[in-house]
């Protein structure tokens, strides 16, 4: 079955780029998406791209996906301190599928 | 739009005691919702697949009876914890989908804390 994964941890300064990078092994994920966990809240989906796209960008937010690689990146351009979270990756087969996650990437920011 | 809500959003109960948790789709209509449990610092694990008028199809290693999942209707799942006991305390989240959203995606609840005493 597939299998996500991705860094613990990322520390960034303040109106700085942060890069979230991501691993997965199921070449047949057709949805690779990014969500967004606030301590004590639910997930946000953030945004998505599709398996037959290599970048998406969407203001702050960029996607990158390289299929040979399998690997996933998500940047956030000038990170503010509300974007202190964890983030997720995850990818699914098709619409109809259940998703996987990855262990969450957890994003702290530096005055 | 795409809002699901959960209900209760905190719960502590007796060791023992059962307790049942609602996850609603508020502005569309879920054809498909999940079941996940996080601990602590952890990753999301899905507990179980449930569609509308039909079985949930458990994952792996988890109790059918223990978990018991209801989606009696388009807008509406239930999870109820049998027995509880401490080491089910955990955050449960649901979420829901259905084809045409944007991108295919699932929409998440806020989520459940369950704390088993």
């Known amino acids: 079955g597939e299998d996500v994964e991705q860094s613990l941890f990322l520390s960034v300064r303040e109106g700085d780029s942060s890069v979230i990078n991501c691993t997965y092994t199921?070449?047949?994920?057709?949805?690779l998406y990014w969500y967004k966990q606030e301590p004590g809240a639910g997930l946000q989906l953030l945004t998505y791209?599709?398996?037959?796209?290599d970048m998406k960008q969407d203001q702050r937010l960029t996607v990158l996906l390289n299929k040979k690689d399998k690997h996933l990146s998500l940047r956030i351009a000038d990170t503010q301190t509300g974007d202190s979270a964890i983030y997720f990756c995850?990818?699914?087969?098709?619409?109809?599928?259940?998703?996987?996650f990855g262990s969450g990437t957890r994003l702290s920011i530096r005055p | 739009g795409a809002v699901v809500s959960q209900h209760p959003s905190r719960v502590i109960c007796k060791s023992g005691t059962s307790v049942k948790i609602e996850c609603r789709s508020l502005?569309?209509?879920?054809?498909?919702m999940f079941w996940y449990r996080q601990f602590p610092k952890q990753s999301l694990m899905l507990m179980a697949t449930?569609?509308?008028?039909?079985?949930?199809?458990?994952e792996q290693g988890v109790e059918k009876d223990k978990f018991l999942i209801n989606h009696a209707s388009l807008t509406l799942s239930t999870l109820t914890v049998t027995s509880a006991h401490p080491e089910d305390s955990s955050f449960y989240i649901c979420?829901?989908?259905?084809?045409?959203?944007?991108?295919?995606?699932?929409?998440f609840g806020p989520g459940t804390r369950l704390t088993v005493l």
């Open positions: 979420s829901a989908k259905t084809p045409g959203l944007v991108g295919d995606t699932q929409y």
């Open positions: 199921d070449s047949s994920s057709t949805y």
């Open positions: 791209i599709f398996s037959n796209m």
């Open positions: 995850a990818g699914g087969e098709s619409s109809a599928s259940k998703i996987i």
């Open positions: 502005d569309f209509q879920a054809t498909t």
């Open positions: 449930s569609n509308e008028g039909s079985k949930a199809t458990y």
